[in-house]
């Protein structure tokens, strides 16, 4: 017996067949299938479940089981029934899913997508929030769920003596050559294709990560997509500037839309795809676009959601929620470039924001200039610590909005939230579960929760975002 489960073990093996039935799907969008039955021992199982990647809810087929854990078993499938088959499970449109790591969920039909991220806010509200009485709004997804995002990070390596791009295999550093992507703009991939030839013409090596060698380690692309101005940045082991001129000239004779190309020097032995050290070889130093008529200028370092039609839908909906007054002063936690901030700014009195990153907090300043926005204050310090000095100097906040990063906010910053007594706090969350511990700390100290709006950034992948509405009920 399984003490922590109660259930009998069921001495499954690996490879044995099992013919089912998939009748939910995990939080990543994997197919889940219960096999009931008897081992060689006698000993019996029941509804033990099996994780299926590339299933949907109502496919049948027959699963080899592939890994056994402690509480569920992992299988593949060896046949899915063509008669069988949901009728949410579409064709697949790209040559390298589910082996590239990108997209996850892209044999599901939209609606399907959409339905299981609502589902999975719903559910991960119940579970690790314990909120069970507030309504989730159906997800809003996109007209076009597809060529959706602004940005590309392209690995380079060598094979054979050429070098190619493509995106690494999913969990590996293995990277399988780009042919096709279907959610970043097509011009961004012909670029990178483009740009594998001229490396090759002019014998540009591919780094070799194990090895710490070699030229070419990255191209990162950004797109507008206001202006459809393109920065390409070419990201390379040492400074290779004399080698590139040539390239340079053909690659924006092919793609004039290109207005900067950098090279990024990054010598360490590391995962971050940038160094320290950027030089602009060609054109202006930003980008610029635009989110809610505010005009933002991006450099290659910045934070810059990579889905600009649903920021634009996400961010209104914080102005919804906000029902913003001109006597309103806000606090922004976690405010990246202060892309809310300033969105926010002209319907309130004065916006406070704060964020760690110092490179950040420059963009966020000569964004509020370059827009003629005075009423706003950006401050670079940990959120949690900046709101107690905000507090301490007598700034009073009516509303705050805070927009952490995936491990959610620090307890110290919800503390100081009811210290404050602030009486309107919007949440937006790329994180369901840490969006649910900390919504469950906030009912327990004086909030309820009025709207949660799940809004779809990332079609064909699990992720999900998020924004609630809370107010303070009780003092
Ligand atoms: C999800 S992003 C949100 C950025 C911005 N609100 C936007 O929509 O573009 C989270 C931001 O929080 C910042 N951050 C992480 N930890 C922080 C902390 N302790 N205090 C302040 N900012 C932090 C990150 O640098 C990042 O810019």
């Avoid at 966020?364 to 900046?386: D, L, R, W, Y």
Wanted: hydrophobic letters at 35%.
């Amino acid at each position: 017996m399984n003490r922590e489960t109660n259930r009998p073990e069921p001495t499954i093996e690996v490879g044995q067949h099992f013919k089912v039935k998939f009748v939910d799907l995990t939080h990543t969008g994997q197919g889940v299938a219960k096999i009931s039955g008897k081992n060689s021992k006698g000993v019996e199982y029941q509804n033990f479940p099996v994780f299926v990647p590339l299933a949907t809810i109502g496919d049948q087929g027959m699963i080899e089981l592939t890994q056994i854990k402690k509480d569920y078993a992992i299988g593949k499938f060896v046949k899915l029934f063509p008669d069988k088959k949901s009728k949410d499970h579409v064709p697949i449109r790209c040559k390298h899913y589910p082996d590239c790591g990108g997209c996850n969920i892209m044999h599901l039909s939209y609606q399907a997508q959409c339905d299981f991220k609502t589902q999975m806010v719903k559910r991960t509200l119940e579970r690790i929030g314990k909120i069970t009485d507030v309504e989730v709004k159906p997800i809003i997804g996109m007209e076009n769920p597809w060529y959706y995002r602004n940005k590309v990070q392209v690995p380079f390596g060598e094979r054979r003596f050429k070098t190619f791009g493509g995106f690494y295999r999913l969990n590996t550093h293995e990277i399988i050559p780009l042919e096709e992507c279907h959610i970043q703009s097509t011009e961004m991939t012909e670029i990178i294709k483009f740009i594998k030839n001229l490396f090759n013409e002019f014998k540009i090596k591919g780094y070799d990560e194990k090895k710490h060698r070699g030229e070419i380690r990255h191209v990162l692309i950004r797109e507008s997509s206001k202006t459809k101005e393109i920065m390409v940045v070419l990201v390379c082991l040492s400074d290779i500037k004399d080698k590139l001129n040539g390239l340079i000239g053909k690659l924006i004779r092919r793609h004039p839309r290109i207005s900067s190309i950098y090279l990024n020097i990054n010598k360490d032995r590391t995962n971050e795809v940038l160094g320290e050290e950027t030089l602009l070889l060609f054109g202006k130093e930003a980008i610029e676009d635009e989110l809610l008529r505010i005009q933002f200028n991006i450099s290659p370092k910045s934070f810059f959601q990579v889905n600009p039609v649903q920021t634009e839908v996400l961010y209104s909906k914080v102005l919804d929620f906000g029902k913003f007054t001109k006597n309103d002063n806000v606090i922004d936690a976690y405010c990246g470039i202060g892309t809310i901030s300033l969105v926010v700014a002209p319907h309130v009195k004065h916006v406070y924001g704060v964020e760690v990153v110092e490179d950040a907090i420059k963009d966020a300043k000569g964004n509020a200039s370059h827009n003629q926005i005075t009423n706003v204050t950006f401050v670079c310090n940990e959120a949690e610590k900046q709101i107690g000095l905000w507090h301490q100097e007598g700034i009073k906040a009516d509303a705050i909005i805070v927009d952490p990063p995936r491990k959610g906010c620090d307890i110290k910053l919800l503390e100081t939230i009811v210290e404050m007594k602030i009486s309107k706090l919007i949440y937006v969350s790329c994180d369901p579960a840490t969006l649910a511990r900390d919504l469950k700390y906030l009912i327990n100290h004086g909030f309820a929760i009025e709207e949660v709006q799940p809004v779809d950034m990332f079609p064909q992948t699990f992720h999900v975002e998020c924004v609630v509405l809370m107010s303070r009920v009780i003092d």
